[in-house]
């Protein structure tokens, strides 16, 4: 579907004014302070997992061995394996910009990426002029759940949503139209895609399978007078369906590979200790204090219609979606479904909201208890989701699409129009949470001499006084504060190091003490338990790095 020039244009400036909304901190301190918290742990921990990938671009590694928790193998599964992202990161490092800069530009570009995809599908699939599907992508670009969060880098793959189902669309229409060749090279590019995006960010990959069930079992349902007539192209279908199903199964050997043997290493989890994560009916609608329009007036409507609700001081608390939003799109679906003789893009339009509607569903608790229980027990893949909430993140963009939709065909007076459409973009801006220091991370975690010839292998002491960091919880500290270092010098140096912080630690692996009582690795008991690792693996030509000094001494 081509545009004109300004058109084009008119793109380009939407898109850009979406990207300043975002990052007008950033531009105005010239990157110098980034998405995250204060800690930056997180940050040090995706940016050192990506600057594995660069190593392994470069051809100086093993792309299943992200270098910690030395000898364990296969540590690129311990959590998301951020692959895709790690492709899109190269090329900023191979331009000599710093790991923390490059991973932020990651996250910009991921913007970009989304923003296209939501314009382009909906223009494609569900025939929105321009002006509506530029709304759309605005909306899905701005999202709330995901700006808030935007320095979790691996949830910001959300944006490959709308591509995987552009493929998927397209890859359904071949098949109907009996294009054997589009069929096969759209189902293996979905394939391929799906594969990879599985070793990039399971919790988006797995939470876009189990939607995209919810959506194929309704248009089952939607289209079942059709089925019959297409049993000839279902006979003749067979070669082509196979040759799909084959690329499929090749394309997730890659991710059952890595993570299957990890996951009978180190254990699932268990539904108790993930239940909190669903979502009261409140908690839907849960923008989060940082946001700036919407978040006032809901915490006034909540004062007045649940005046026991507390806000949760729980980090993901703020995973909800505008009220107006939800609200306009289950008055499409409502509205929608009576139509006679529906075209097939109002019938993908109300499959596609009742998917994602049922969606949502599936994660509501009420008196405590909440149908994701069975999903978590019944489901391959689900105990492997510890928050579950995330889920929102993608169940936005059917969301904004229907809740658009409508608006396009209600045909409102300018003056309903403009306010409304000012308060669907303005109900997604949000004060970010903006405090890492980038010269100071690079200075404590990038800047590093070079190891001794004969260090194989490293681990790190502590920083001074590292257990009173940041004014956070001193377990907290003691758990991440020099293992996240230890992770990304281990990156820059190109040794591996026996430390490690990750979303599954080994079974065994006791260098890292229990959430509450982590012991400090400024202890006596930390060396000894150093010493007893190093011993117990037979650990050779290793060194210990003194993070306050950069230091380098040779142990054995």
């Known amino acids: 579907m081509s545009i004109s020039i300004n058109q084009k244009l008119k793109v380009f400036i939407v898109l850009l004014i979406s990207l300043i909304v975002i990052y007008r901190f950033q531009f105005f301190n010239n990157f110098s302070i980034l998405q ?21 671009f470069k051809g100086n590694t093993n792309w299943l061995d992200a270098g910690y928790f030395y000898p364990y193998s296969r540590t ?70 995901m700006t808030s969060h935007g320095y979790r880098i691996q949830l910001a ?21 009996k294009n054997w060749s589009r069929f096969i090279r759209h189902g293996t590019l979905g394939s391929i895609f799906f594969g990879a995006w599985c070793i990039t960010c399971f919790y988006m990959a797995w939470f876009y399978a189990f939607y995209s069930a919810i959506l194929a079992l309704i248009l089952l349902y939607a289209f079942r007078k059709n089925l019959k007539n297409y049993t000839v192209i279902f006979e003749s279908s067979l070669k082509p369906l196979l ?23 180190t254990g699932t989890r268990v539904y108790e200790k993930i239940s909190f994560t669903t979502l009261t009916f409140e908690n839907f609608f849960q923008l989060g204090s940082n946001n700036m329009f919407y978040s006032p007036i809901y915490t006034k409507l909540l004062s007045v219609f649940s005046p026991n609700y507390q806000t949760s001081n729980w980090e ?61 027990e019944l489901v391959p893949g689900a105990k492997a ?81 590292q257990e009173s960091f940041y004014g956070v919880w001193e377990w907290i500290n003691n758990q991440y504060a020099h293992n996240v270092s230890a992770m990304m010098i281990a990156q820059i140096v190109n040794i591996p190091t026996i430390n490690g912080m990750a979303s599954f ?37 290793i060194c210990k790095l003194e993070l306050n000094e950069k230091k380098w001494t040779f142990i054995n």
């Open 36 to 56: 995250g918290d204060l800690t930056a742990y997180d940050n040090t921990i995706q940016s050192s997992i990506l600057e594995h990938w660069f190593n392994f």
């Open 243 to 265: 040759t799909v199903i084959f690329f499929t199964l090749v394309s997730l050997v890659p991710f059952i590979y890595a993570y299957y043997p990890k996951s009978l290493e």
């Open 385 to 465: 989701l510890s928050v579950t909430n995330t889920f929102m993140l993608l169940l936005s963009l059917p969301l904004y699409i229907s809740s658009v939709y409508l608006i396009s065909r209600l045909r409102l007076k300018i003056f309903v129009l403009i306010p409304l459409v000012a308060l669907l973009i303005a109900s997604e801006i949000n004060d970010p949470l903006l405090k890492v220091d980038r010269k100071v991370q690079f200075s404590m975690n990038v800047e590093v001499s070079k190891p001794p010839v004969e260090c194989e292998v490293f681990y790190a002491g502590g920083w001074q006084n």
């Open 505 to 541: 630690i080994p079974k065994d692996y006791d260098l890292v003490g229990p959430n509450g009582t982590a012991f400090s690795p400024n202890s006596q008991e930390y060396e000894d338990r150093v010493q007893k690792y190093i011993k117990k693996y037979n650990i050779q030509n």
């Open 76 to 145: 690129i599964a311990q959590t998301d394996g951020y692959f895709l992202i790690g492709i899109i990161y190269t090329p900023f490092r191979f331009l000599g910009i710093e790991p923390y800069l490059a991973t932020e530009l990651v996250g910009l570009t991921l913007k970009i990426i989304g923003f296209f995809g939501a314009l382009i599908l909906s223009r494609r699939v569900f025939k929105l002029s321009l002006n509506y599907s530029l709304l759309v992508s605005t909306l899905f670009t701005l999202s709330n759940a």
């Open 157 to 177: 793959t959300v944006a490959f949503v709308p591509w995987l189902f552009l493929i998927h669309f397209e890859t359904i229409k071949s098949f109907f139209e």
């Open 316 to 376: 993901y608390y703020n995973m909800g979606i505008n009220l107006v939003i939800f609200l306009l799109a289950l008055f499409a679906l409502i509205k929608f479904s009576s139509t006679k003789n529906k075209s097939f893009e109002l019938k993908l339009l109300v499959s596609s909201t009742a998917a994602a509607i049922i969606g949502m569903l599936t994660i509501l608790q009420i008196f405590g208890k909440s149908p994701w229980e069975y999903i978590f």
